[in-house]
DNA sequence: ACTGCCATGTAACTAGTTACATGATTGG
DNA sequence: CCAATCATGTAACTAGTTACATGGCAGT
């Protein structure tokens, strides 16, 4: 199938293929090491693939013909490859965002995780582990609302979900208090 | 390796297999089964693995020496086969649980991923695909209080998961409602 | 001189999913 | 009788990671 034009409906890649889709479309011409970098600021609500990954989905989106490639050579190494989203590629990223049923919602919560087999722990253990996690949180936030005010122009819906993000951690951040409070009771009684 | 006792510090199982390990640490005897269905309760903040990957953990975790395996025929059919943690399956759960670095949270928040993108879309459809998961939400609380109450005596950790996972999908649901004004804002702007 | 960044590439691996098959038992 | 549940098993696949290699260029 790849290197046809996908006329016969969804193709349905995985999510990472249309995250990268979906940076290009922004309609910048782009390396897969500039794509990286810009999946690296997406770390905050969805996980960032190896370098690895974002080449092989370029190469999967390249043989889709959703994108082209451009060369610049570098000699004494391989060449610079640009790239930019065709008007298939376009199609598909609409028909992605607006036809395409969303996934759930995936969470691998491993303070969660820790706290759901505390009853095998030292209390004051866990507490340290939540008051990382809290450390971290306020660390996310910070680095959030850096980015925020930097998101302009073409980036409004970028600018809303670090709005977005914020709330998340700092919800988290309340919630986080909240079980420390809890386990300090068990304790106690 | 596998098959021995690993005397040489830390083997690094992947998360699943602890997750299975720690079902098992609160001492019952289960089945693969019955492990798959607990781990779909905790699919409120960790993502449930594929039946055949939990299967596939216990056998690892069976190699590794930190559980052990009784057997019940059934004729015509495979043997049921038991569960239970050894001594060093306890080390090692609880070696996990208060040493080793928890690992950073993972989310694939795919309506994030969306609005991210929403350039890209009709902000009506945006806002359908909010609304969709506002309902999710609300469904996954209500599952949860009614899950909770159920979780007393040994599963008191288990329950302070469930209420933290309500004040998740809560502020969770406040963050959407906030996200729909805002391109309610964008639409009449 | 050295560090860090730019930029690509690849091999080997592991975690995980999908999809199917088997067959008994329980409950309406 | 039928559907759902119990219970295991396997093959084929895909997504993704780790770890390394190459080498130029910019700044201190």
Redesign the pocket.
Same mark, same amino acid.
């Given at each position: 199938m790849p290197g046809g034009s996908d006329r016969a409906g969804a193709p349905h890649? +995985?999510?990472?293929?249309y995250a990268v889709l979906g940076l290009l479309a922004f309609g910048r011409e782009l390396?897969?090491?500039?794509?990286?970098?810009w999946s690296m600021n997406m770390r905050f609500f969805y996980?960032? +693939?190896?370098?690895?990954?974002i080449?092989?989905?370029? $190469?999967?989106l390249l043989a889709h013909g959703f994108v082209t490639e451009r060369l610049e050579a $570098?000699?004494?190494? +391989?060449?610079? $490859?640009?790239y930019r989203t065709t008007e298939a590629g376009m199609a598909e990223f609409h028909r992605w965002l607006e036809r395409e049923p969303v996934e759930p919602l995936v969470i691998?919560h491993s303070v969660m995780l820790r706290l759901f087999f505390g009853h095998g722990a030292d209390p004051d253990r866990l507490s340290d582990v939540l008051e990382d996690y809290a450390r971290w949180l306020r660390q996310q936030n910070a680095e959030l609302s850096v980015l925020r005010p930097e998101l302009s122009e073409p980036f409004t819906y970028p600018a809303l979900v670090a709005e977005w993000g914020e709330l998340f951690y700092a919800a988290e951040l309340t919630a986080v208090e909240k079980m420390r409070e809890r386990l300090r009771d068990l304790r106690e009684r």
């Amino acid at each position: 199938m790849p290197g046809g034009s996908d006329r016969a409906g969804a193709p349905h890649l +995985p999510a990472t293929a249309y995250a990268v889709l979906g940076l290009l479309a922004f309609g910048r011409e782009l390396t897969g090491y500039e794509l990286r970098k810009w999946s690296m600021n997406m770390r905050f609500f969805y996980w960032s +693939p190896a370098q690895s990954q974002i080449y092989a989905e370029l $190469r999967r989106l390249l043989a889709h013909g959703f994108v082209t490639e451009r060369l610049e050579a $570098r000699p004494g190494r +391989p060449d610079k $490859r640009f790239y930019r989203t065709t008007e298939a590629g376009m199609a598909e990223f609409h028909r992605w965002l607006e036809r395409e049923p969303v996934e759930p919602l995936v969470i691998k919560h491993s303070v969660m995780l820790r706290l759901f087999f505390g009853h095998g722990a030292d209390p004051d253990r866990l507490s340290d582990v939540l008051e990382d996690y809290a450390r971290w949180l306020r660390q996310q936030n910070a680095e959030l609302s850096v980015l925020r005010p930097e998101l302009s122009e073409p980036f409004t819906y970028p600018a809303l979900v670090a709005e977005w993000g914020e709330l998340f951690y700092a919800a988290e951040l309340t919630a986080v208090e909240k079980m420390r409070e809890r386990l300090r009771d068990l304790r106690e009684r």
